[in-house]
């Protein structure tokens, strides 16, 4: 089964900037699927953070944002806060096994 | 407002069967898509199997595929996964998720424990 692959954690002081990268193939990410981002808190389901590339649901800050290239997409994190501590994962689907895929996760530590 | 919840997890021993169910309210159940996702115990999310609204179509990972079946009955407003030939790997949180991707709702999990 195909994953994503996502640095293990990312980590930055509060107000600075942080990158998570997703890397995939050409039969998912390359193949033009969408990416999906979550944002899992420790013992909690995941919570939806962008989907259909772009689209932050009701309630999430535009200090989260996404890009896409080739066979990779990222999320972007501007001005941490300390309630961004938690996991992030992507996902994409993939069309040569016709499954969907998450990333590997990342952990974001607030210094 | 839509809730998930899902249930039947429980100790198996390795070769064991259990079924887990998530029951839903709050949308219009057989119009969406409905899936199973698990998370290993300090691991990642892993997608295990999806099934359509109106459950004509399902698919699987290959890690699971031959040994659990996902459906759902949408009379109930509730789906299921059927595992059986449980392996020590299968032990995990399980979560049901509204729709087949870009999941904006999710149960609370059910942890499923595969040990003799």
């Known amino acids: 089964q195909s994953v994503l692959t996502q640095p293990p954690s990312v980590s930055g002081a509060p107000g600075q900037k942080v990158t998570i990268s997703c890397t995939g193939s050409s039969s998912d990410i390359g193949a033009g699927h969408d990416v999906h981002w979550y944002k899992q808190l420790p013992g909690t389901a995941p919570k939806l953070l962008i989907h259909g590339d772009t689209n932050r649901p009701m309630g999430v800050p535009d200090r989260f944002s996404v890009s896409k290239s080739g066979t990779s997409a990222s999320l972007a994190i501007t001005g941490l806060q300390a309630e961004d501590e938690a996991d992030y994962y992507c996902q994409s689907y993939d069309s040569s096994l016709s499954t969907y895929v998450f990333g590997t996760g990342t952990k974001v530590t607030v210094l | 407002e839509v809730q998930l919840l899902e249930s039947g997890g429980g100790l198996v021993q390795p070769g064991g069967s259990l079924r887990l169910s998530c029951a839903a309210t709050g949308f219009t159940f057989g119009s969406y898509a409905m899936t199973w996702v698990r998370q290993a115990p300090g691991r990642g999310l892993e997608w295990v199997s999806v099934i359509s609204g109106s459950g004509g179509y399902t698919n699987y990972a290959d890690s699971v595929k031959g040994r659990f079946t996902i459906s759902r009955d949408n009379s109930k407003n509730t789906l299921y996964l059927q595992m059986n030939s449980l392996r020590a790997e299968d032990t995990a949180v399980y979560y049901c998720?509204?729709?087949?991707?870009?999941?904006?709702?999710w149960g609370q999990g059910t942890l499923v424990t595969v040990s003799s």
């Open positions: 998720a509204k729709d087949a991707v870009g999941h904006g709702h």
